[in-house]
């Protein structure tokens, strides 16, 4: 293929495989993940020079553009003289945005800097994970989407409201890029433990894809965020001036699924057979119900049942080399009956029915559910939600956790409430009164919801707790020693999860996949960090990581007879990381 340029004609350089779709798995697919047509990428046959170079997210590359750059492409005049390069650009955001005292503050910065150079962007958040994922997702995503109307730039994905009914084919054509990948959609319903923030829930779909290119590769032209607006029952945001959304109240029933419908079987029709659809933060009465209907007719999967089940796992795994015995030795309390609780209980008793050939049936009596009217038990069974019903053993009512904890004696404390402070002084004490480590895990986000911090948990455990969370903690100095809270956040999973489905092309999603997901984070904690009592391996390395997990998720997809690609590469790990979009400019020449 010709490079450079030619009148001002942006075309693909030779050296740069990444340009033909942006770098990423449709470049090594062939033909059969997509026509010639999507391929081809809109600038490729477009002038994109001067002025419209420097609008267009996707190509400017800002002072970093070089001299002979600068004429190829009619920019001189339009910059300052000062050349720089990208790495030096990356030093002066990092120091900008440092100076930023509030959070949401750093936030908008990013949005602005994704909106105006994606390179840019992709590469700061790469080489500062630790520091950037807190600020592009959990905690601030969270304040994000609570002042997402007030804060609104530009549209950064699909907004599909009920006033689009029987049109969703037609707006899917309105989003500029045609070769996606995967989708990543809410109805803002359950925005982590914020509840209902109907339109501006977006911030999630928004910051969940960044992640599946920062920290899976996937190439942000193969990412659409999409929310689908049927209102919103929080009074708060339909009384307030600057919120984006449809103002009335949630349309339930068949209004609802009719629309849901309809986008399901638009982006079938637009998309094909492999596109991945991510559901996110719905709320549970649609969570579980919409899996189930289209599990068997498309590439779904949902983050906050399946995605955080799968983190969980492999943090319990993990754990397992710190506090000793098999996972079928422990036994497990959730705080929260909801999805990710359920979703995590059912991984758990899966893993531990595969390994030791009990039925699953059996499996799930070490794990018990507290939900906000006590023990799940049988008595209970009658009035439950069906995803309850398979955790309502035999036992008296209890009503409060403290008294659930002293009933059942568990090694393993779950927060998945949604409820910050759950985890009191009371219960933690407990947990370390039976437990020589007691394992916990204060899963709710952002972090004013997390069930206890992590300086709690070690205060209250006396520094014998195994802590995780779902959003970050810094470590926690104790009795003169340094304690590393991991953070147990579905981020470490669907990234590379995502990009294992993609990269096989599979056409339907297995529980399988997650156990073999699980398995693959887990063998990535090291004996330094084991030494260091972590049981989640550092973000710092969460490309490699992500590329691992694709690896054994695409082998699980051949071996289940569920890939489409063929032949079946034969180094899945090295083909994973060539996958993987690169961040670093492209020369223009
Ligand atoms: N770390 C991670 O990767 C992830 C974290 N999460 C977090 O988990 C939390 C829950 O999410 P999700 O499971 O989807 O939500 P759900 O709404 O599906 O479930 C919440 C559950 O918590 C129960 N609950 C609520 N308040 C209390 C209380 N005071 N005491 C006891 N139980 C209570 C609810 O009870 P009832 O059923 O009776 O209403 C329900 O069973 C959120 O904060 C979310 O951010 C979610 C996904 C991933
Ligand atoms: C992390 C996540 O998916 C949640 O809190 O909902
Ligand atoms: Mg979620």
Known sequence: MDSGLTNGVLVPSADDKSVVGGGGVEDVYGEDSATEDQLVTPWTVSVASGYTLLRDPRFNKGLAFSENERDAHYLRGLLPPSVSCQELQEKRLMHNLRQYEVPLQRYIAMMDLQERNERLFYKLLIDNVEELLPVVYTPVVGEACQKYGSIFRRPQGLFISLKEKGKILEVLKNWPERSIQVIVVTDGERILGLGDLGCQGMGIPVGKLSLYTALGGVRPSACLPVTIDVGTNNEKLLNDEFYIGLRQKRATGQEYAELLHEFMCAVKQNYGE??????????????????????????????????????????????????????????????????????????IALEISKRTNIPVEETRKKIWLVDSKGLVVSSRKESLQHFKRPWAHEHEPVKELFDAVKAIKPTVLIGTSGVGKTFTKDVVEAMASFNEKPVIFALSNPTSQAEC????????????????????????????????????????????????????????????????????LAAQVTEENYAKGLIYPPLTNIREISARIAAKVAAKSYELGLASRLPRPKDLVKFAESCMYSPVYRNYL
């Open 274 to 347: 492999k596109i991945l659809i991510q559901f996110e933060d719905f709320a549970n009465h649609n969570a579980f119900e919409l899996l189930a209907k289209y599990r068997t007719t498309h590439l779904v999967f949902n983050d906050d049942i399946q995605g955080t089940a799968s983190v969980v796992l492999a943090g319990l795994i993990a754990a397992l080399k710190l506090v000793g015995g098999t996972l079928a030795d422990h036994s497990f309390l959730f705080l929260g009956a909801g999805e990710a609780g359920t979703g995590i209980a059912e991984l």
């Open 453 to 520: 911090t992590a300086e709690e948990a070690y205060e209250w455990t006396k520094g014998r707790a195994i802590f995780a969370s779902g959003s970050p903690f810094n470590p926690v100095e104790y009795n003169g020693k340094v304690f590393v809270p991991g953070q147990a956040n579905n981020a470490y999973i669907f990234p590379g999860f995502g990009l294992g489905l993609i990269m096989s092309g599979t056409i339907r999603m297995h529980d399988d996949m997650l156990l073999a997901a699980s398995e693959a």
